[in-house]
C-alpha cells in the first residue's frame, strides 16, 4: 500500500484527553479517531491490525472446534427477561425502544440469544457436544468510559458459547479453550497470566480471566511468590491463620472521639493499631440489610459477601439508608446494639481479636475494649475480606505478590444457569428430557490491540510484533525527486509484495525527518530507507524494536526478513 493513497493521519502532539499510552499512540499514530466518548473508528492500519488479532483468534477456535456464526445486536427484552437479567444486568445494558414501544437491548453479551437458537434446533444428544463463536460489536453504557479502547462504550468481542450434555463433556471443552486462548494471547506476543476469577453478572462458576500484565490495569493480580497461583484479587481466599491473644478481658468503656471518621483518624486518636480497631459497613444484599465486620487493617470483599449470601446484587448501603437503621453517621458504625432483623457477619478475623475499639453507632462515639461474644454476637464468620500481600498463598506455597493487569479473555463454566431459564433441553440415548450444560468463553478483541500497544511501545512510538503488526515492511524513499531512488523504492516495493510481504511504502512527498518520525510512531517491524547509496543497489535496514541497522544489497533484503521473521 502507497502511503500518499491511505488515511494515515499522524500527530505530533499527545492528545489533552489521553491518560495511557496505548490510548496516546493509537490516537497519534492514526490508528483511531474518537467519534463519542467511548466510540471509535478504526483507520485502515488500526482495522489491518484488528484483522490480524482477529484470524488469530478464528484460528485458534477453529482447531478447537468451534463453529463460527453471527448473531444480531439488537436484542428482543424478552429474551433478557426470561434469565432475569434484564433487571439485574445493571445500567450498563443499552436499552431502548422501536416505533411500536417494543422493548430491546443492544448486545453487551448473547448468552441469551444463542440459547434460544439452540434450544429450537438441537433436540438430541447426538448432536452435543457443540461450540458456536462471532466475532461482533457489543456494546455497554460505561458510566465513564476511559483509557481509549480498554473501557469503551462499542468495542469488538469473540464470544463462544459451548453445549453439553455432561459436565464431563464441559470439562473437555473448557480445557480446549483455555489452552486455544493462551495460544491466541501468545501468538500475539502478549505477557499475560490465567487468573481464577468470578463470573459476575454473567452467572455460572468455575472461571479464569487471561490477564495481561500492565501497570495501567484496573484489576489486581494476587499472585504466589513460588508457584503458579494466580487470581484476580477478588477471588483469592484467605489462609491466614489467626491465633487469640492470651490476655485478660478489660472491661468495654464508651469514649467519646469528635470529628473521627476514618478507622486511621480513630486508631490515632485512641493510641492503638489499625489492626486493633473494627470496621463496620452496610450493604444491601438483595434488598437486605446486611453489617459486615472487619479487622480495622482490613478491606471488605463484596464478591464473598455475594457469594455468601448466593446474592444476585450486593452494593454499599447509603449513609442516609444506614443512619435510618443504626442512628449513626459513617465512621461511628458498630456491632454493638444492632437490631436483631439484621444480619451481623464478620471476617474470620474478627473471631480472634481482643479488646479492640469500634463505633459506638453515635456520631462522635467508639467503645473501647470490644470483645466478640461477650459484647456483640455475629450470625457467621467467614471470609470476607480481600488477600492482601504478605498474606500465605492459598495453594500453601510462597506468600502473595500483587501485580497489575488488563483483562483481554473470560472463560466461563455456565453449568445449567441460562439452559434450565429458558427451557433449553435435549433427549438422553433413553429419550429422557435433560437441561443442557454450558459454557462461555470471550476475548476483547479491540481491547487486546490497545494491551499490546501498552506492552509493546517506546518513547519514539509503537513497536508492533510482527504477528500483529499492520505491515511486516515500511519503505521509505527519502528523495521522491531523485529518480535512482524512486526507481529502486519501486523495484523493491514490487519485489517484496511478489514475495508476500506486507508492505508500507512512503512514497510521500516529505521531508526525510518527517517521514522517519511517522515511522518510528507507526512502530511497523522492518524499515527499509532508500537514500544515497541507491545507485549502488543499497539501502539501510532496520528493525524497530531493537534499533539495530545495517546497510543492506538489495539482493539480501528478502533473505534478512524472512530469516527475522523464521520462515
Known amino acids: 500500500m502507497k502511503q500518499s493513497q491511505t488515511l494515515l493521519p499522524t500527530l505530533k502532539e499527545v492528545p489533552a484527553d489521553a491518560d495511557i499510552k496505548s490510548h496516546q499512540l493509537l490516537l497519534r499514530a492514526g490508528f483511531i479517531r474518537q467519534t463519542a466518548s467511548g466510540v471509535y473508528s478504526f483507520l485502515p492500519l488500526g482495522k489491518r491490525v484488528l484483522r490480524k488479532v482477529e484470524e488469530i483468534v478464528r484460528d485458534e477456535m477453529d482447531k478447537a472446534g468451534a463453529n463460527e456464526m453471527f448473531m444480531p445486536a439488537l436484542q428482543p427484552a424478552e429474551l433478557w427477561k426470561e434469565t432475569g437479567r434484564w433487571n439485574n444486568f445493571g445500567p450498563e445494558l443499552m436499552r431502548l425502544h422501536d416505533r411500536h414501544d417494543r422493548e430491546f437491548a443492544l448486545g453487551a453479551t448473547h448468552e441469551e440469544v444463542i440459547t434460544s437458537l439452540v434450544r429450537d434446533e438441537v433436540k438430541s444428544y447426538k448432536r452435543l457436544p457443540l461450540t458456536l463463536y462471532q466475532i461482533q460489536t457489543k456494546f455497554r453504557d460505561e458510566k465513564r468510559p476511559r483509557f481509549g479502547l480498554l473501557r469503551g462504550r462499542e468495542f469488538v468481542m469473540k464470544d463462544a458459547y459451548s453445549f453439553h450434555d455432561s459436565f464431563d463433556s464441559l470439562d473437555e471443552t473448557y480445557s480446549k479453550m483455555y489452552q486455544a486462548y493462551s495460544n491466541i494471547f501468545s501468538r500475539c506476543g502478549l505477557n499475560f497470566r490465567a487468573v481464577i476469577a468470578d463470573s459476575g453478572a454473567m452467572g455460572g462458576k468455575d472461571t479464569h480471566e487471561f490477564m495481561v500484565l500492565s501497570d495501567v490495569g484496573e484489576d489486581t493480580i494476587a499472585y504466589s511468590d513460588t508457584s503458579n497461583y494466580a487470581a484476580n484479587i477478588e477471588m483469592a481466599p484467605v489462609t491466614q491463620e489467626y491465633k487469640q491473644l492470651d490476655i485478660p478481658l478489660k472491661d468495654m468503656e464508651k469514649v467519646e472521639t469528635p470529628n473521627q471518621r476514618t478507622m486511621q483518624e480513630v486508631a490515632d486518636f485512641l493510641g492503638h493499631s489499625l489492626e486493633q480497631g473494627l470496621k463496620a459497613l452496610m450493604f444491601k444484599v438483595d434488598e437486605s440489610l446486611v453489617l459486615v465486620i472487619t479487622r480495622g487493617d482490613h478491606e471488605v470483599n463484596d464478591i464473598k459477601l455475594k457469594n455468601l449470601y448466593n446474592a444476585s446484587v450486593v452494593e454499599l448501603a447509603t449513609e442516609t439508608e444506614t443512619k435510618e437503621v443504626l442512628g449513626a453517621s459513617f465512621g461511628s458504625l458498630g456491632p454493638i446494639g444492632v437490631n436483631e432483623k439484621i444480619d451481623v457477619v464478620a471476617d ?220
Open 348 to 567: 474470620t478475623a474478627v473471631q480472634y481479636v481482643v479488646n479492640v475499639s469500634c463505633g459506638a453507632n453515635e456520631d462522635g462515639f467508639h467503645y473501647k475494649n470490644v470483645n466478640p461474644g461477650r459484647d456483640f454476637n455475629v450470625k457467621e464468620y467467614a471470609d470476607l475480606r480481600f488477600i492482601k500481600e504478605g498474606d500465605p498463598s492459598p495453594d500453601g506455597n510462597g506468600t502473595i505478590k500483587f501485580a497489575r493487569g488488563i483483562e483481554v479473555g473470560h472463560v466461563f463454566k455456565l453449568g445449567k444457569f441460562y439452559a434450565e431459564k429458558m427451557g433449553a433441553t435435549f433427549l438422553d440415548d433413553q429419550g429422557k428430557a435433560n437441561t443442557m450444560i454450558m459454557g462461555c468463553y470471550g476475548i476483547g478483541v479491540s481491547r487486546t490491540l490497545a494491551a499490546i500497544v501498552e506492552q509493546f511501545h517506546d518513547e519514539k512510538g509503537i513497536t508492533w510484533p510482527t504477528n500483529v503488526a499492520p505491515f511486516q515492511v515500511h519503505l521509505l524513499s527519502i528523495n521522491a525527486k531523485n529518480e535512482e531512488q524512486k526507481q529502486l523504492a519501486d523495484e523493491l516495493y514490487q519485489m517484496l509484495q511478489e514475495a508476500g510481504m506486507e508492505v508500507l511504502y512512503d512514497d510521500r512527498k516529505e521531508r526525510a525527518g518527517v517521514k522517519f518520525a511517522d515511522s518510528d510512531l507507526v512502530g511497523i517491524p522492518f524499515r527499509i530507507t532508500v537514500g544515497k547509496r541507491a545507485n549502488e543497489g543499497y539501502v539501510e535496514f532496520k528493525v524497530r524494536n531493537t534499533g539495530d541497522q545495517t546497510d543492506l544489497h538489495q539482493s539480501d533484503i528478502l533473505n534478512k526478513i524472512k530469516e527475522l521473521l523464521e520462515i
